[in-house]
């Protein structure tokens, strides 16, 4: 089992919101196989910040449901003395409730989805040429049915 250490940030006052124990177990199941220990941050928070990050970060000026930050080693900083960091995720908790509403989908489901999604974006993968969507969106049917939730792309497009 892989080591992982979990600073989970509650700056959101949305109800619902995932415990640290689901949290780690979400982020453990996408980050397994890929790394042996890691250090994510995770910060859940209300729609403006989001909308000001997502504008800062991806030039989109509206809020969204999760960011990826991988970390950036220092210049000069020794890779081998940082390699457990692996990044933050910024999720905003009314996008997430929003989106499980608007798709009919388990509101914790829907939340497992976006911290995998988040994780894996972290590792490196994107979906912005439609082979990595489809490679990456497989990996997230693949963790996702290891945890027992149903593939949160069946019925669209």
């Not at 250490?5 to 949305?14: E, G, K, P, R, V």
């Not at 941050?41 to 809020?63: C, F, I, W």
């Not at 497992?112 to 974006?121: E, M, R």
């Not at 979906?127 to 669209?156: N, T």
């Amino acid at each position: 089992m892989m080591n992982l250490t979990l600073d989970l940030q509650q700056a959101c006052a949305q109800p619902n919101l995932p415990s640290e124990a689901q949290v780690t177990l979400w982020l453990k199941a996408a980050l397994t196989g890929h790394l042996e220990a890691a250090e994510v941050s995770v910060r859940l928070v209300e729609e403006a910040e989001s909308q000001e990050l997502n504008e800062q970060y991806r030039g989109m000026n509206k809020p969204t449901n999760v960011l990826s930050f991988p970390f950036e080693l220092p210049p000069g900083v020794p890779a081998e003395e940082m390699n457990f960091l692996l990044g933050d995720l910024v999720v905003c908790g009314a996008v997430v409730a929003h989106e499980a509403a608007l798709q009919n989908k388990d509101l914790h489901h829907h939340w497992a989805h976006i911290i995998i999604h988040g994780a894996l974006h972290l590792l490196g993968y994107d979906h912005i040429e439609s082979v990595d969507a489809e490679q990456m969106e497989q990996m997230e049917r693949e963790i996702l049915a290891g945890l027992d939730i149903s593939d949160p792309y069946k019925g669209e497009f």
